[in-house]
């Protein structure tokens, strides 16, 4: 069964520190990779996708993950946080048979002003 | 445009009583999914429609949950003599199609004492 897992469950940072949320997935199939964000108080918001192309994929407010098919990752980065951050990170893998989002267990993250 | 909608925002009731959950997906969007949110759990998939057929119930935790779709477009999701370890928030999602990037609503919070 398809399974993804992210390495980091609750994340303190400083503003202006670099952010790497580690996510890997496991099907060996086509594959179609998500990051989600959930804000406090908001729904479940895309932060990037990847599909296919350029495995470095950019996303909103300076988001960008890499799909490394070698290692079956796809890691969340950016070069600096800001307060704003502060929230839920969940990386996603669909089945492309149904679309069905398979979710990791969710990042917390929390960003010190 | 408008997005995903949902209602009730949230919900109480008491163990035993059948409870229904609505979703109104985007406008023109064939793809629509049902996850679950819970402390414990995670975000689960629960079923998957297309247009009016649901051709994966395969997340359905047990004959208690029940979901239909009419007109291709809003979608009822009923679960039957509630049970304390339904409480969780119930997400919906929709897409264009089915392997197309999902857009959540807001979420319907059940609370079953």
């Known amino acids: 069964a398809q399974s993804v897992s992210q390495h980091n469950h609750h994340v303190i940072l400083s503003e202006a520190a670099s952010l790497e949320l580690g996510c890997n997935y496991s099907y060996g199939g086509t594959v179609n990779l998500f990051w989600y964000v959930q804000y406090p108080g908001q729904h479940l918001q895309l932060l990037l996708k990847y599909f296919s192309g350029d495995p470095l994929v950019k996303g909103i407010k300076g988001f960008e993950a890499e799909f490394i098919k070698s290692k079956f990752s796809f890691n969340l980065r950016k070069p600096s946080v800001q307060w704003s951050d502060t929230a839920e990170y969940f990386c996603?893998?669909?089945?492309?048979?149904?679309?069905?989002?398979?979710f990791g267990q969710g990042t917390t993250l929390q960003v010190k002003p | 445009g408008a997005g995903v909608s949902q209602s009730p925002s949230n919900k109480v009731t008491e163990k035993g009583k059948d409870v229904e959950l609505r979703c109104d997906p985007i406008s023109g969007h064939t793809a629509l999914y049902w996850y679950r949110q819970s402390l414990g759990q995670g975000l689960e998939f629960l079923i998957y429609?297309?247009?009016?057929?649901?051709?994966?119930k395969s997340g359905l935790p047990s004959d208690r949950f029940s979901a239909e779709r009419t007109g291709g477009s809003v979608s009822t999701l009923t679960i039957q003599r509630t049970q304390q370890e339904d409480s969780a928030v119930y997400l919906c999602a929709s897409s264009f199609q089915r392997k197309d990037t999902q857009y959540f609503g807001p979420g319907t919070r059940l609370t079953v004492l």
């Open positions: 996603a893998v669909t089945n492309s048979n149904t679309g069905k989002l398979i």
């Open positions: 429609f297309q247009g009016n057929s649901a051709p994966d």
